[in-house]
C-alpha cells in the first residue's frame, strides 16, 4: 500500500544488545538491510547499550538507560515514544511497550516460552518465561502487523493465540557477508590453533535442553569406532546445561569430543570450512541459522528435521527425526564414506543459502510497517 508521506519510523532496539545468539544476529542483519533500503522515510533507533550508538549514522539514534528490561520496555520507552511521535514503532523482540498507542508492528522469534508438544521441557529461565507469557499475547492482539522467521513460527501464532492468518508475514533471516568463503591457509592455522588434527564433525550453539546435544554425542559413540572423526563443539553457556559425561564415560569417547566453547566469528567460519560436516539435532527452533552458516562456508549439513528445521536447510542437507540417533549415526558414516555425497550437499547448499535475503525480508517489513501506519 502506498503510504500519504514519508513516515517517521521507530525502532526499539533493546535486544541487539544481547550477548549472542539467533535472536541478536537476525534483529541486526533485518535492521541493516532496513536501513539500507531506497525509501523516503527517516529512522529512529532506541539502545540499551552505548557502544551501539553510530552504527547508523543515516538514523537518529538514541541510548536509553533502565536498571532492567522491563522498565526499559515499557516505561523508558514508552515515555521516550510519546516525546518523539513517531508515525509507527517495529518492536523486534516478541513483545509491545505496554501504554504505546502508536501504531505497531511485532516480531514473534518463537513461543517455547509456553508448553509445546514438540519440547516439553522449560528452555528459559521462569522469570523470562514469565514475562513472556504474560506480553506475548496482549502484544499479537495490540499489533496492527505480525512478522515471524518462519512459516513454523507463524502457524504455531495461529495455532496457540488464534492471531488471523492475514495479520502475519515471514520475514525470513539471512547471512550476513560475514559469512563468506574462507582461504584454505587460513582455516587451517585457525585449526591448528586448536590443536584439531583429526578430521571432525562439527556442532555450534548451546548445551540446552532443546538442542538435543544427548543425541548427537549417542550418534556419534555408535560409530566411533568406525570413524577417525572427532566432534567438535563451540558455543556460549545455555541457561540450563544438558550433562553427558554418562555418554562419553560409555562410549569412551572423552578424549574425542573437543568443547572450546565460545569462539570469535573468524573462528567459526573457519571451523566450518574445516569439518567433515556440520551437525545440527535441535528439537525446537523458530528458524536455526547455523545450518545456513554451515551451507553458506561449503560445509554439509546434518540436521534434525524438527519444527522449523526441515524449512531451513530443504532438500540441501540429510534429514533425521531428532530422537534416531541411529540415522543420525548412519548420517555420519555416509559423509565420512561417501565424497561424492559431501560434494552434492556441498552444491546444493550454496543455491539453498541464496533462498533466504535479508534485502527481500527487510522490504516486506517495511511494507507492513507502511501498512501498519
Request: hydrophobic letters at 40%; glycine letters at 6%.
Amino acid at each position: 500500500m502506498a503510504t500519504i508521506r514519508p513516515l517517521h519510523i521507530a525502532i526499539s532496539a533493546r535486544a541487539i544488545s544481547l550477548p549472542y545468539g539467533g535472536v541478536r544476529e537476525y534483529i541486526g542483519g533485518l535492521l541493516d538491510a532496513l536501513i539500507k533500503l531506497d525509501s523516503p522515510h527517516r529512522f529512529s533507533i532506541y539502545y540499551a547499550s552505548p557502544e551501539l550508538l553510530g552504527r547508523y549514522p543515516t538514523a537518529h539514534e538514541v541510548l536509553l538507560r533502565a536498571p532492567h528490561k522491563f522498565f526499559w520496555d515499557h516505561s523508558i520507552l514508552p515515555l521516550r515514544l510519546h516525546h518523539d511521535r513517531p508515525d509507527v514503532v517495529w518492536f523486534p523482540h516478541n513483545v509491545i511497550s505496554l501504554g504505546c498507542q502508536i501504531p505497531s508492528v511485532v516480531t514473534i522469534h518463537d513461543l517455547l516460552y509456553f508448553p509445546m508438544p514438540e519440547f516439553p521441557q522449560r528452555e528459559y529461565a521462569w522469570i523470562d518465561s514469565l514475562y513472556m507469557r504474560l506480553f506475548i499475547p496482549p502484544s499479537l492482539r495490540k499489533a496492527r502487523k505480525v512478522t515471524v522467521n518462519s512459516q513454523w513460527t507463524a502457524n504455531d501464532i495461529i495455532r496457540l493465540t488464534g492471531t488471523p492468518a492475514e495479520k502475519i508475514s515471514v520475514t525470513y533471516p539471512a547471512l550476513s557477508l560475514n559469512y563468506h568463503r574462507m582461504p584454505a591457509t587460513q582455516s587451517q592455522a585457525v585449526r591448528a590453533t586448536y590443536g584439531l588434527q583429526q578430521p571432525f564433525f562439527f556442532y555450534a550453539g548451546t548445551l540446552s535442553p532443546r538442542k538435543n546435544v544427548r543425541v548427537l554425542i549417542e550418534a556419534f559413540g555408535r560409530v566411533s569406532r568406525d570413524l577417525p572423526h572427532d566432534l567438535v563443539i563451540t558455543g556460549g553457556p545455555g541457561y540450563r546445561e544438558v550433562p553427558y559425561d554418562d555418554l562419553l564415560e560409555r562410549y569412551a569417547i572423552a578424549h574425542r569430543v573437543r568443547r572450546l566453547g565460545l569462539v570469535s566469528r573468524e573462528d567459526l567460519i573457519a571451523l566450518y570450512h574445516e569439518a567433515d560436516a556440520f551437525i545440527f539435532p535441535s528439537r525446537y527452533e523458530g528458524f536455526g541459522i547455523p545450518p545456513l552458516e554451515a551451507m553458506a562456508c561449503g560445509c554439509p549439513v546434518i540436521s534434525s528435521r524438527a519444527t522449523s528445521l526441515a524449512e531451513v536447510v530443504g532438500q540441501a542437507g540429510l534429514l533425521f527425526e531428532p530422537d534416531d540417533s541411529k540415522l543420525l549415526a548412519q548420517h555420519m558414516l555416509r559423509i565420512a564414506n561417501e565424497p561424492g555425497l559431501r560434494q552434492t550437499l556441498i552444491h546444493a547448499g550454496f543455491e539453498q543459502v541464496t533462498r533466504f535475503s535479508y534485502q527481500h525480508s527487510a522490504q516486506t517489513l517495511l511494507t507492513m510497517l507502511e501498512d501498519a501506519y
